[in-house]
């Protein structure tokens, strides 16, 4: 479990704020009221955080920030102190943020920024800078943030690095660079990933204001014009990967199972097309398989619809697992699932499907009574050949698991139309 520090002397306040982490983040926190007892934390344990006051008993003029910067701690600052030279001084730090200890609102701040830091974590951000200097800057800036990073020189690599198959969240682009500029590399992007899909943030020092429109009318989700402050950049990639994430949790709901995590039969529908395409594309084929657990009634009756939901889980994550990331796996209702397997030729392809089927065959999970349970599935399969009506492919791969339930389970029925 992560650990935050923090140093307060006024010791209601650090119990007031230790309590509302614990509860709200589900994080250990320690709490030093002077710089002495903090150090001995340090030597102790790893942080997440150091949240520290300016004005403590032995480190009166903010000591312990450069200390805490110096021992490689990420800080935040919990100060009453509202001097703007003076905060502006610390803001030049390689501090995260300088928050005023005002009332209950600034803490429910400091709260929101934590869990927004903890997020963070999950994101991977591609900054595209020709600049070595601007590079470093950028990754330094965003790392403190606890993104991880990728830095490449000019928008080239940069979708070198996207069709990768690396999961990048956002998109962090300099204007001007050789090969292809960032103009360019949003009009690109934008080809491949809508604004939803893959945020894009532009920066440049260009005075041309027909640039910033530019960017924005081309795909741009924000604009940073050079020089900017560590604020404006932190509070604008903040916005811009919580606006992401927002519209990522509004798509999971409408497009995915909310048991098992699988794509939905609405998504399969309405994506099926794509991967159709994607497989033309790459000289693949398309194979959809139908698939059902044997006797899950009696899996039900026996245990209870708990252990019921058990085996639908485990046997989606067996599905996630024995396809690749270009499949479209999903569950249609029940437990009843479709796949949408690329493949080069019919030997790959039952090969895959019988994989799927002896893993499923060999697991076993606890049930709440603490019996072992193993089940298995039936697997009818049809390919999808250029001109098809894909719902006709799929009624087929239906009657092959129809007959594969009916002569035996357990068994992979490939046939065509």
Request: hydrophobic share 40%; proline share 2%.
């Amino acid at each position: 479990m992560s650990r935050i520090l923090v140093i307060e002397d006024n010791k209601t306040l650090a119990n007031l704020i230790a309590k509302k982490i614990s509860s709200e983040l589900s994080m250990e926190v320690d709490t030093a009221y002077r710089l002495s007892e903090a150090k001995l934390f340090l030597s102790r344990y790893e942080y997440f955080i150091v949240l520290t006051d300016l004005n403590l008993p032995d480190s009166p003029n903010g000591e312990v920030v450069d200390f805490l910067l110096e021992k490689k701690q990420k800080v935040i600052i919990l100060t009453s102190n509202i001097d703007k030279a003076f905060r502006k001084e610390m803001m030049q730090k390689n501090i995260i943020d300088y928050i005023k200890k005002s009332g209950a609102q600034d803490i429910k701040y400091l709260i929101t920024q934590l869990k927004r830091l903890q997020a963070n974590q999950k994101h991977t951000v591609l900054v595209v800078d020709d600049s070595m200097t601007m590079r470093t800057q950028f990754k330094n800036l965003l790392e403190n943030l606890f993104f991880n990073v990728i830095t490449v020189a000019h928008g080239e690599e940069a979708l070198g690095m996207l069709q990768s198959g690396k999961k990048i969240s956002l998109v962090v682009t300099d204007y001007n660079m050789p090969v292809i500029d960032g103009l360019e590399l949003t009009k690109e992007i934008r080809k491949e990933y809508e604004k939803n899909d893959l945020p894009i943030v532009a920066i440049s020092s260009s005075e041309d204001e027909e640039v910033i429109a530019l960017f924005l009318k081309n795909g741009a989700n924000d604009y940073i014009k050079k020089p900017f402050s560590k604020e404006e950049f932190y509070c604008r990639i903040d916005n811009t990967i919580e606006a992401y994430e927002n519209i990522q949790t509004i798509l999971n709901s409408a497009n995915r199972d909310f048991l098992t995590g699988l794509y939905n039969r609405r998504y399969f529908f309405n994506h099926i097309q794509d991967y159709i395409k994607m497989a033309e594309e790459h000289y693949e084929k398309v194979y959809i398989a139908m698939i059902d657990i044997d006797n899950f009634k009696s899996i039900n009756d026996t245990y209870g619809h708990d252990d019921g939901d058990k085996a639908i889980v485990a046997l989606s994550e067996i599905l996630r697992s024995d396809t690749k990331q270009k499949d479209l796996v999903a569950r249609f209702g029940g437990e009843e699932f479709c796949i949408a397997l690329l493949a080069p030729n019919d030997d790959i392809a039952l090969k895959v499907f019988e994989r799927i089927r002896h893993d499923v065959e060999n697991f076993s999970f606890k049930a709440n009574n603490g019996d072992e349970v193993s089940f298995t599935i039936s697997i009818g399969v049809a390919p999808y050949r250029e001109g098809d009506d894909i719902a006709d492919v799929i009624n087929q791969a239906d009657m092959n698991l129809y007959e594969a339930k009916h002569s035996g389970k357990n068994k992979v029925i490939f046939a065509e139309s």
